[in-house]
C-alpha cells in the first residue's frame, strides 16, 4: 500500500497569535570587555566614559545598568573620541580620516545611541572652487574648542583646519598653514628640517580663542586665533610625543621620543622661549622608549602628579606595558600585562578650583580597564562593576543557572568578598558614575559559569547588564606542576629599579595546559559542584563558609578495563598535591576521581539527592558515589577501530599515513556504496512510484518537501567512542510500574546506554541517604539508525514536562512530576530530535532536522517560555542551534517546529561551540574572546540596557526632535520576518513584561492548554514525521530477561555478549 503525507492547509490564527506572544528574537547586551579597544574619551561633567574598537564599535558607559552602544557603517578603525562636555554628544575619527557625529537620543523616557552626522576631509586643493585652502591631508589630532562649537583639526602637513561641530563643515577662512608659524621662527630654526606633521593640539585653560599646537619636530607655539598671530614659541628639538597644560595656566608640559619630558614656562617675557626650565629624563640615562602621553596635576596637599605611558629602558624593559606614576618623591611604575591605549584621570574641573586633586586614573589596556584610587595611600585598584576581562584566562566552558536561592548567593558574594578585601582606609568608590538605570530590580539572580584555561572556575552575577564578578575557584593548587615557584621568581626581580607593581588580572599563560577546564555544573540548592579537565580529573566541591586545612582524598576509575590492544600516547595526568592542605572560605573539594586514561572530560552530571556524579571521556563513562567515596560503574565505548582516541588532544604523535589510508578508505567506500546505489533496479520502481504518486495526488494539496539522503555513518568512524552526554533521572526502566533512579549516557556513535541504579533512599526526616554500596545494572541499549552523535537527553513524565531537578520536588520548589506512567525519553542527535516511550523504548514522534533543514545540531536546552500577554500561560519548549547558526524552537512532546531566527553567523565556528541556553528563553554566546553576546528568545524574558541621562541642550541648537525612534527589532515567526516592537508604555517606562527580564524569570505554572491541545494547531510550512515511517533503531533490553545479569562494577564485558532482541520498525 503507498502512503503520501500532506501538508495541512493555512495555520491556525489563534496558535499565531499565541507563538508572537511566547516567542521573539532579540539580541539584547554585549557583556565582557570590548574586544581589542583603540580610542578612550571621558566626559566629566555627566560622568561618562566611552571606549572605540578597531571594528568601529563605539560604547559608552556611565552607572552600573547604563550602556549604549552604536556601530560605525564601515569598519574601520577608531583612532580619537572626543566628548562634547555635558551635552551628550561625541566626536570620533576613525582610520579612514572620516569624522562621525553620535549623540545620546531620549525616546520615550529612555536614550539610545545614533550617528547623526558624518563627514569626509577633502583630501586634495580645491575642494570648493571659492577656496584656495591647503590640501587637509590625514588628521592626526582632533581638539574641541570654545564651548564645543568648534573642532580644530591638526594633519599629517603641519595645518590646522577649523570644523563647524553642528554641520561638520570646514569653516572657510580660519585654516592656519605651517607657513604662517614659520615667519615666527628665527632664521636659523627656520632653517632647518620641516615642522612635521601636528602631534597635540590643546586648548588654553584660560583665554578660549588661544590654542597650543606641538609640532612633532619639537616646536611648540601658542596661536591666537582671535588675533590670528602667534601669541608664544617655544623652540624645542626633540620630537615631540604629548603635551599637557598645568592647571594655572603657567605651565607646559611635553614629553619626547627619547624618553624625557621637559616643563615650559609661560612667562609675560620674551615671546621667544629657547629652553625649557626642567628636561629629565625618569628612566634614564640608557637609551629609553618614548613617552606617548602625559598628565600634570596638582594637589591641594601640596606636590603634583606626573603621570605618563611608556618610558621604559629600552634594552632591558622595552617589551613591558608601563604607566608611572610620579608624585614628589614617590614613583610608582604600573605594570601591566597589555598593551597601554589611553588613559584619563577623574579630577575636579570647577573652574573656581585651583587645584585638579585628581581622585582616580583610569587606564585603558587592550585587554582590560583598570581603576585606581589615587587619593588612598598605596593607590589601589577599584573593583570594576562592568567591564570585567573575561578572558583573563581564556575561556574553555560555560554553564549558566537560573534561580539561584538567595541564600547560596549570600555566600557567593560572602565568599568573593574575603577572596579581594577592600583596604579599610578607601572610601572612594567606582568614578564613572553618569545616567540612571531604569530597569528594575531583578526578581530571581542568575548566575554565569566560566571554566578557564588556568583551572579556574569564575562565577558571574547575569541578572541585569551589568555582568559582574562574584567569586573566583582555583583548581591548580591541588596538583603539583612543574610551575610552582614561577610566581615567587617574578616577585623577587620586582625589587629591583624600576620600581614596578604588578596591576590587572589579565593573565594569558597557563602554567599547565592540562589544568583547562571542560565541564562544570553546580547543584543550587546543596551548593555543591564539579569541575572537569583536561587531564581526566573530576573534582567534586562544596561550598563552606568556614576555611579548613584537610587532605585531599583521591580516587581512580580506569575505563578502559584492561582492554587489550589500547595503550594511551596522551599527556600525563596531574599528579595530586599530598598532606593537608589549607582551604580558604570557599568551595572546597570534597573528593577528586581521576580518570584513566587521563583524557579530556567531555561530559560531566551531578544528582546531588541521590551522592553520585557520573562522567564521560573518549574512552567510556563512569559513575562514581562521592558520598562513599568508591567507583559504582565503568564501561568503555571505544571500538576496535577507535585509534585517535588513544592519543589525546595534547598529542603530538599522529600518524600521517594513518590519516591517508583512512581518508582513501571511505573515499573507496562511499564509491561503492554510490554505484550499488546507481546500480539498484529498486531504484526505478522507486522514481515510478514517485510519478504516479505525483498524478494521483490532488492538485488542491501540497506535497511535503521532498528530504535529503541522510548516508549513514560508519561504525568504526574514528573517535565514535566519544561520550557526548550524561544524564540523570527517575523514571520507568524496568517496567510500568516502578520507577527508580537511571543514568543515561549517549555517545559520538550514536549508542545510548541506559543504566537502571539501586540507591539507598534516605531515612525519614533526612536528606542524607544511608552509607551502602550503589549499584547499577544496564537496563537498554538503543543504537540510532544513522549513528549520528548523541548530543542531549532529556526524560519526560506523564504530562509531557521535564523532570525537575535534584530536590526540587522533595523541598516543593517545583511542581512534583506525574509518576503515574507514560513517561518518554527525548534523544536529540546532530541530524534529528526522537522522542520514544518507556519502559518499552518504542518510537513515538521525530523531527529529521537535518534532511529538512540541511543542517545539524550543535546546542539544545529545554527551555520555559511565559506568555508575554499572560503571566500564568507558558508552554516548555525546545530550543536548538545549528551548525548554520540558526535558532530553532520546538514544541515539547510533540516535536513541532515553532519558531526559528538567524543568530549567529555561520563562518563563526567558535561563538556557535560557546553557545549556551538559560531555562527561561535566553542564551549567551563569545562573540570574541573577551565578550558574551546575550540573546533572546523569550517575548517576556529580555534583559537589555534600559536608562536615561540628564543632558544639556548646546546653546544655540534645539534638541534633535526630528531623530529617528528606535529601530525595530527584526524577529521572525515560522520564517515569516515581521517587525516586533520592544513594548513599553506610553509614559515611556518599561513595560511590565521587559522590567521582569531584568534576570531570569522565576518558575511559573506550566500552562492549563494541555501539550496535545498545544501540538495540535500545525503552521503551514511545517511536515510532520509519525511513527509510521521512524527508521529502524536496534534496542537490546537486558531487563525484561528472566535470567538478570549480575550486578558489577566492570560489567562490560557481559555488555557486549547480549543479543539485540528487540527492533522497531
Known amino acids: 500500500m503507498m502512503k503520501f503525507r500532506f501538508r495541512r492547509q493555512g495555520a491556525d490564527p489563534q496558535r499565531e497569535k499565541l507563538k508572537q506572544e511566547l516567542f521573539a528574537f532579540h539580541k539584547t547586551v554585549e557583556h565582557g570587555f570590548p574586544n581589542q579597544p583603540s580610542a578612550l574619551a571621558f566626559d566629566p561633567e555627566l560622568r561618562i566614559m566611552a571606549i572605540g574598537t578597531r571594528s568601529g564599535a563605539v560604547k559608552i558607559y556611565g552607572a552600573p545598568g547604563v550602556e549604549f552602544t552604536g556601530l560605525h557603517q564601515d569598519a574601520a578603525t577608531v583612532t580619537q573620541m572626543h566628548f562634547l562636555p555635558g551635552q551628550g554628544r561625541l566626536l570620533t575619527l576613525l582610520d579612514d580620516n572620516s569624522l562621525h557625529l553620535w549623540e545620546l537620543v531620549s525616546c520615550g523616557g529612555c536614550a539610545h545611541l545614533e550617528e547623526t552626522l558624518s563627514f569626509q576631509p577633502p583630501s586634495r586643493p580645491g575642494f570648493d572652487s571659492a577656496s584656495s585652502l591647503p590640501s587637509l591631508s590625514r588628521v592626526t589630532v582632533v581638539l574641541l574648542v570654545a564651548d564645543g562649537a568648534r573642532a580644530a583639526l591638526g594633519t599629517e602637513g ?322 603539583q606542576t612543574d610551575f610552582e615557584h614561577a610566581d615567587s621568581l617574578g616577585q623577587a626581580a620586582e625589587d629591583d629599579w624600576p620600581p614596578f607593581r604588578k596591576v590587572g588580572c589579565f593573565d594569558p599563560y597557563s602554567d599547565d595546559p592540562r589544568l583547562g577546564v571542560q565541564k562544570v555544573a553546580l547543584c543550587k540548592y546543596t551548593a555543591q559542584m564539579v569541575v572537569a579537565g583536561t587531564a581526566g580529573q573530576v573534582l567534586v566541591l562544596e561550598l563552606s563558609d568556614m576555611p579548613a586545612e584537610r587532605a585531599l582524598s583521591v ?68 559513575l562514581f558515589d562521592y558520598q562513599c567515596k568508591s567507583p559504582v560503574l565503568a564501561r568503555c565505548t571505544l571500538h576496535p577501530n577507535d585509534s585517535l582516541a588513544m592519543e589525546g588532544p595534547l598529542s603530538r604523535v599522529k600518524s600521517l599515513k594513518k590519516s591517508l589510508r583512512q581518508s582513501f578508505r571511505r573515499i573507496r567506500k562511499s564509491r561503492v556504496s554510490g554505484k550499488k546505489r546507481v546500480m539498484n533496479a529498486n531504484s526505478k520502481l522507486q522514481e515510478a512510484n514517485a510519478q504516479l504518486a505525483e498524478q494521483a495526488c490532488p492538485h488542491d494539496l501540497e506535497v511535503a518537501p521532498v528530504q535529503r539522503r541522510i548516508e549513514p555513518r560508519s561504525a568504526d568512524d574514528s573517535l565514535s567512542g566519544v561520550v557526548r552526554c550524561l544524564y540523570f533521572a527517575d523514571t520507568f526502566l524496568r517496567d510500568a510500574v516502578h520507577h527508580g533512579p537511571t543514568l543515561w549516557a549517549g555517545t559520538n556513535s550514536g549508542s545510548v546506554f541506559a543504566y537502571a541504579l539501586e540507591v539507598p533512599t534516605a531515612t525519614a526526616g533526612s536528606e542524607k541517604r544511608p552509607e551502602r554500596a550503589v549499584e547499577a545494572v544496564l537496563g537498554k541499549e538503543v543504537q540510532l539508525m544513522h549513528r549520528a552523535p548523541v548530543v542531549a537527553i532529556a526524560v519526560l513524565d506523564g504530562r509531557g514536562r521535564p523532570l525537575p531537578e535534584p530536590y526540587e520536588a522533595s523541598r516543593d520548589l517545583a ?34 532536522l537535518t534532511a529538512h533543514e540541511g543542517c545539524r545540531v550543535r546546542k539544545v536546552a529545554l527551555a520555559t517560555f511565559t506568555s508575554v500577554a499572560c503571566e500564568d500561560y507558558a508552554e516548555t519548549c525546545l530550543a536548538c542551534l545549528t551548525n548554520l547558526g540558526d535558532v530553532h524552537v520546538f514544541s515539547v512532546p510533540g516535536l513541532r517546529p515553532q519558531v526559528h531566527y538567524p543568530c549567529i553567523r555561520k563562518e563563526d565556528i567558535s561563538a556557535i561551540a560557546s553557545c549556551v541556553f538559560t531555562r527561561h528563553g535566553q542564551g549567551f554566546y563569545l562573540i570574541s574572546p573577551s565578550e558574551f553576546e546575550r540573546f533572546s528568545l523569550s517575548a517576556r524574558n529580555i ?123
Open 158 to 479: 603641519g595645518s590646522v583646519f577649523f570644523l563647524d561641530v553642528g554641520t561638520l563643515t570646514l569653516l572657510e577662512g580660519q585654516t592656519l598653514g605651517p607657513d604662517e608659524i614659520l615667519r615666527s621662527l628665527p632664521d636659523d630654526y627656520r632653517c632647518g628640517k620641516a615642522l612635521g606633521p601636528v602631534e597635540s593640539l590643546q586648548g588654553h585653560l584660560h583665554d578660549p580663542s588661544k590654542i597650543l599646537i606641538g609640532y612633532s619636530r619639537g616646536l611648540l607655539v601658542i596661536w591666537s586665533q582671535a588675533a590670528r598671530c602667534v601669541d608664544r614659541v617655544f623652540l624645542g628639538n626633540q620630537q615631540l610625543e604629548s603635551l599637557c597644560w598645568e592647571r594655572s595656566g603657567g605651565t607646559v608640559v611635553s614629553s619626547h621620543s627619547d624618553g624625557s619630558y621637559a616643563v615650559w614656562t609661560v612667562g609675560s617675557g620674551s615671546s621667544l622661549v629657547l629652553q625649557p626650565t626642567e628636561a629629565t629624563t625618569p628612566y634614564g640615562p640608557f637609551p629609553c622608549k618614548a613617552i606617548n602621553k602625559i598628565l600634570w596635576r596638582n594637589c591641594r596637599s601640596g606636590g603634583r602628579f606626573l603621570i605618563f605611558s611608556g618610558g621604559m629602558p629600552r634594552a632591558s624593559y622595552g617589551d613591558r606595558h608601563c604607566v608611572s606614576v610620579l608624585q614628589a618623591e614617590t614613583l610608582v611604575t604600573l605594570d601591566f600585562t597589555s598593551r597601554v591605549i589611553d588613559f584619563f584621570t577623574v579630577h575636579s574641573m570647577q573652574p573656581k578650583d585651583d587645584f585638579d586633586d585628581p581622585q582616580a586614573l583610569a587606564v585603558l589596556l587592550e585587554e582590560e580597564l583598570v581603576v585606581l584610587d589615587l587619593q588612598t595611600p598605596g593607590w589601589p585598584a577599584l573593583p570594576a562593576p562592568y567591564l570585567a576581562p573575561l578572558h583573563s584566562s581564556a575561556i574553555t566552558c560555560s554553564a549558566h543557572v537560573a534561580n539561584v536561592p538567595a541564600k547560596l548567593w549570600a555566600r557567593l558574594v560572602s565568599a568573593g568578598e574575603k577572596q579581594s578585601p577592600q583596604p579599610a582606609s578607601s572610601a572612594s568608590s567606582w568614578p564613572i558614575t553618569g545616567g540612571r538605570n531604569l530597569a528594575q530590580e531583578p526578581l530571581q539572580h542568575g548566575l554565569l559559569l566560566t571554566g578557564h584555561e588556568d583551572g579556574t572556575v569564575r562565577f558571574w552575577d547575569a541578572s541585569g547588564v551589568a555582568l559582574q564578578p562574584l567569586y573566583k575557584l582555583g583548581t591548580a593548587g591541588l596538583f
Open 555 to 622: 580516587a581512580s576509575v580506569d575505563l578502559l578495563q584492561d582492554r587489550e590492544g589500547f595503550t594511551w600516547k596522551g599527556h600525563d595526568r596531574l599528579g595530586p598535591s599530598t598532606g593537608p592542605l589549607s582551604w580558604p572560605v570557599g568551595f572546597q573539594p570534597l573528593v577528586l576521581v581521576q580518570c584513566l586514561p587521563p583524557a579530556a572530560v567531555t561530559a560531566v552530571t551531578l544528582h546531588t539527592e541521590w551522592g553520585l556524579v557520573a562522567f564521560g571521556t573518549s574512552h567510556g563513562f563512569g
Open 815 to 848: 511542581q512534583a512530576p506525574d509518576m503515574q506512567g507514560g513517561h518518554a525519553v527525548l534523544i536529540a542527535s546532530e541530524e534529528q530530535f526522537k522522542v520514544f516511550t518507556l519502559p518499552k523504548v518504542s518510537a513515538k514522534t521525530k523531527f529529521k
Open 943 to 1065: 534583559t537589555e540596557p534600559l536608562c536615561s541621562l540628564d543632558i544639556c541642550c548646546p546653546r544655540g541648537t534645539a534638541c534633535a526632535s526630528y531623530r529617528l525612534h528606535e529601530s525595530p527589532k527584526l524577529s521572525q515567526a515560522n520564517g515569516t520576518p515581521s517587525i516586533i516592537l520592544a513594548p513599553r508604555s506610553c509614559d515611556g517606562s518599561p513595560s511590565p513584561a521587559r522590567s521582569k527580564g531584568a534576570g531570569d524569570m522565576p518558575q511559573t505554572p506550566e500552562a492549563t492548554l494541555s501539550p496535545l491541545s498545544v501540538d495540535s494547531a500545525t503552521s503551514a510550512d511545517t511536515t510532520l514525521d509519525t511513527t509510521g515511517d521512524v527508521t529502524v533503531e536496534d534496542v537490546k533490553d537486558f531487563l525484561g530477561s528472566s535470567e538478570e545479569p549480575q550486578k558489577n562494577v566492570r560489567n562490560a564485558v557481559q555488555d557486549e555478549a547480549c543479543s539485540y532482541p528487540i527492533l522497531i520498525k
